[in-house]
């Protein structure tokens, strides 16, 4: 299913995000290379980086938004390993694969509702209105990181709690419009992908025994509790599966 993302050209970004193969070490997403705005262009840097003291599972901070707007996602290094025994035997530590696809696909989002916050206008009235959404998003989480002498705007991703659970206003700033529940569900596993995964799991499965939620993990990295949310793509899913028993 075609999703109508109104962020410029969405899909050269996220070809650019490691969520479906391990990094090699920071990841620096440069806008210059992409069909975006010029403000966009000229204002936004975007980078990935991996660090295993963290007390959370994943944070996205924001640096200096009122010249060049540094949004920097940072991620356990771990889960980068994990996804590399993954590759090597689907079997194996497909449950924490599952999580690193969740954080990935949240911290996505979560930095496309900041991009989208921003305003083109370039006037100083604009730009603080832009800052004082974001801090009013990033409330919760700025008296810590003060104390911690970090950035003033930061919001984390706490450990043990699936980041696939989330209200309807959780990336929102202002009057953002994005349905971010269906940004979610195609970052996770869009159409095209669940069709790879059926024909590879009816090819190597079926005829033997049924289909489960486990080998789709398996074989997506996309877990049951996510079908239980998204009950939508359950829906897609079965009738792929129905569609190969034909």
């Not at 696939?164 to 953002?176: C, E, I, P, T, V």
């Not at 793509?233 to 129905?242: D, F, P, R, V």
Request: glycine share 2%; with cysteine.
């Amino acid at each position: 299913m075609e999703v109508s993302f109104t962020l410029w050209s969405l899909k050269e970004v996220l070809e650019k995000i490691p969520v479906d193969s391990p990094s090699k070490g920071l990841v620096d997403l440069n806008f210059s290379e992409f069909a975006a705005p010029y403000y966009v262009k000229d204002v936004f840097r975007v980078s990935f980086v991996y660090e295993d003291s963290l007390p959370y599972e994943a944070c996205c901070t924001i640096y200096s938004p009122r010249r060049v707007v540094t949004v920097v996602i940072i991620m356990k290094s771990q889960y980068e390993d994990s996804l590399r025994t993954w590759i090597g035997d689907h079997t194996q530590a497909v449950n924490v694969c599952c999580l690193r696809r969740e954080i990935y696909c949240h911290e996505t989002c979560r930095m496309v509702a900041i991009i989208r916050a921003f305003p083109s206008d370039r006037s100083s009235k604009v730009r603080e209105d832009f800052i004082a959404k974001i801090k009013e998003k990033f409330a919760k989480s700025v008296d810590s990181a003060e104390e911690l002498k970090a950035v003033p705007l930061v919001s984390l991703d706490p450990e043990g709690v699936s980041p696939s659970a989330f209200d309807k206003d959780h990336f929102r700033y202002g009057n953002d419009t994005l349905n971010y529940f269906r940004l979610y569900q195609e970052l996770m596993l869009n159409y095209d992908k669940m069709i790879a995964a059926v024909k590879h799991l009816w090819a190597s499965i079926a005829g033997t025994r049924s289909i489960t939620l486990d080998d789709v993990a398996q074989e997506t990295l996309v877990c049951h509790y996510f079908f239980q949310l998204f009950p939508e793509k359950l829906t897609e899913l079965k009738e792929l599966l129905a569609e190969e028993l034909k």
